[in-house]
T-cell receptor, first 112, second 112 residues
Framework: DTAVSQTPKYLVTQMGNDKSIKCEQN?????MYWYKQDSKKFLKIMFS???????INETVPNRFSPKSPDKAHLNLHINSLELGDSAVYFC???????????FGSGTQLSVL | GDSVTQMEGPVTLSEEAFLTINCTYT??????LFWYVQYPGEGLQLLLK?????DKGSNKGFEATYRKETTSFHLEKGSVQVSDSAVYFC???????????FGKGTMLLVSP
């Protein structure tokens, strides 16, 4: 069973569209994250949720809105997509007291 | 703020060569230090970690020692294999926080 699963794996869309990426973890973790990886492989934290509460919100445009319906899910909704949003988005989870992050396999978003 | 600096890649080696990937950090207090590895098309996986000064993390033949005096956590392997080709990320986690700060990643390419 996949520990952290994201869907879709690939997402190609036009500028101005709204899209969502879903993430689920079956590890019983209470903390989940979204990271953005640009074309140069630089990885940057976007959001972190602990027990469905937002605890970290880095400098991210408000077109990005995370939603955590329960501890096992953290979805990312993006409004009015722009060319610069093209990247690979990684979901991750951890136990609050454990330092190890478990990553999903990523969603490659291409905005045309 | 906290930051991690890694050597620029790609690092290109022949099989069985010795590997060093440099990593230095800036942080207050006593962060935990990590190396994550990203194989092509996959999410990041924890490779090794060290939580206090002079600790040595090791896994799959890779090693790194937490050096507080030089604020470094260099990754080494005595004899690389083609299967080690991947992107390697150094990361730190400040004490009391759940979020990792990643370096920019170093691509390693090993040829037969």
């Amino acid at each position: 069973d996949t520990a952290v699963s994201q869907t879709p794996k690939y997402l190609v869309t036009q500028m101005g569209n709204d899209k969502s990426i879903k993430c689920e973890q079956n590890l019983g973790h209470d903390t989940m994250y979204w990271y953005k990886q640009d074309s140069k492989k630089f990885l940057k934290i976007m959001f972190s949720y602990n027990n469905k509460e937002l605890i970290i919100n880095e400098t991210v445009p408000n077109r990005f809105s995370p939603k955590s319906p329960d501890k096992a899910h953290l979805n990312l909704h993006i409004n009015s997509l722009e060319l610069g949003d093209s990247a690979v988005y990684f979901c991750a989870s951890s136990h609050a007291t454990n330092e190890k992050l478990f990553f999903g396999s990523g969603t490659q978003l291409s905005v045309l | 703020g906290d930051s991690v600096t890694q050597m620029e890649g790609p690092v290109t080696l022949s099989e069985e060569a010795f590997l060093t990937i440099n990593c230095t950090y800036t942080a207050t207090g006593y962060p935990s230090l990590f190396w994550y590895v990203q194989y092509p098309g996959e999410g990041l996986q924890l490779l090794l970690k060290a939580t206090k000064a002079d600790d040595k993390g090791s896994n799959k033949g890779f090693e790194a020692t937490y050096r507080k005096e030089t604020t470094s956590f260099h990754l080494e392997k005595g004899s690389v294999q083609v299967s080690d080709s991947a992107v390697y990320f150094c990361a730190l986690r400040p004490s009391g926080y759940s979020t990792l700060t990643f370096g920019k990643g170093t691509m390693l390419l090993v040829s037969p």
